[in-house]
């Protein structure tokens, strides 16, 4: 036992990627502090592989040791399905409806066992193939499994639905929540302020939330000084940035727009 706490250097890694970038953090896990992030553009035309392996050549603190390394699936190829309703056997079954799934394609999924709940999706098994060769042995999650789980940590005891966006580059989800359930959860591309604001009305309208009095939260890639706030802040009464106070503190980091803009990685 002595040995296995000497051995323990409290240093943890989170890598979350995407198919056009990616974001990565190092963390002190004994005093709550981040000891480096950093995140990187991807080139559309470049393999995947190749993106990776530039990075980990120009970022060495990757290669170093961790009592913990989790990679982060950043795609909207995925589904939440009642645990009861699933089944481990057909996973690909629950995704056809939203997704294009292949024969050829590999399923994993995420338990939200506080709430039975289940993220079924396709992880990047070439970005998982590349990082075992690095890294060794990891934990790997969806991004939208921390997304809605802390979500619905968030609305302990608030018994009204709250809308949450939150926006990314060129796509956002939008978890809709009452008292620690689930009511909806959706993934939408957009290219324009204009086609934000159509998709979040939209969805608005299809649940009866009337945009005069529901409470609209915007988190990650976002600011007040952002088309997409000023455009929604137009047309919805009660429309805010979320309040990242908690998860800052958590982290001693040194201002908030970084638990903002770091949500997902910040809760890995």
């Known amino acids: 036992m002595n040995d296995a706490i000497t051995a323990k250097n409290y240093k943890k890694l989170s890598l979350q990627i995407a198919a056009n970038g990616m974001s990565f953090a190092g963390f002190d896990t004994l005093n709550r502090e981040v000891i480096f992030k950093g995140q990187v553009a991807f080139a559309k035309t470049t393999p995947l592989e190749d993106e990776l392996w530039k990075v980990f050549v120009h970022h060495p603190e990757l290669k170093a040791d961790y009592d913990e390394v989790i990679v982060l699936h950043d795609n909207s190829f995925n589904t939440f399905v009642p645990t009861a309703l699933f089944d481990e056997n057909y996973p690909g079954s629950y995704l056809q ?8 394609d590999f399923f994993a999924w995420d338990a939200l066992g506080s709430y039975d709940i289940t993220n079924v999706y396709v992880p990047l098994m070439n970005v998982n193939n590349f990082l075992i060769e690095r890294l060794g042995t990891f934990e790997y999650k969806n991004t939208n499994s921390i997304l809605v789980e802390k979500l619905l940590d968030a609305s302990i005891n608030i018994d009204e639905k709250q809308v949450f966006v939150h926006v990314q580059e060129n796509h956002f989800e939008i978890v809709v929540v009452r008292s620690q359930k ?63 106070a908690a998860l800052a503190q958590k982290w001693h980091l040194e201002t908030q727009h970084d638990a903002l803009h770091n949500f997902i990685i910040l809760n890995s």
């Open 182 to 244: 689930l009511l909806l959860y959706n993934s939408f591309e957009y290219n324009t302020a204009e086609d934000f604001l159509y998709y979040l009305l939209f969805t608005l309208e299809q649940l009866t939330l009337n945009p005069e009095t529901v409470s609209v939260t915007l988190l990650s890639k976002i600011s007040q000084d952002s088309p997409l706030y000023t455009l929604a802040y137009t047309y919805i009464r009660n429309v805010a940035l979320y309040n990242p």
């Open 97 to 104: 409806y939203n997704t294009r799934v292949f024969e050829a």
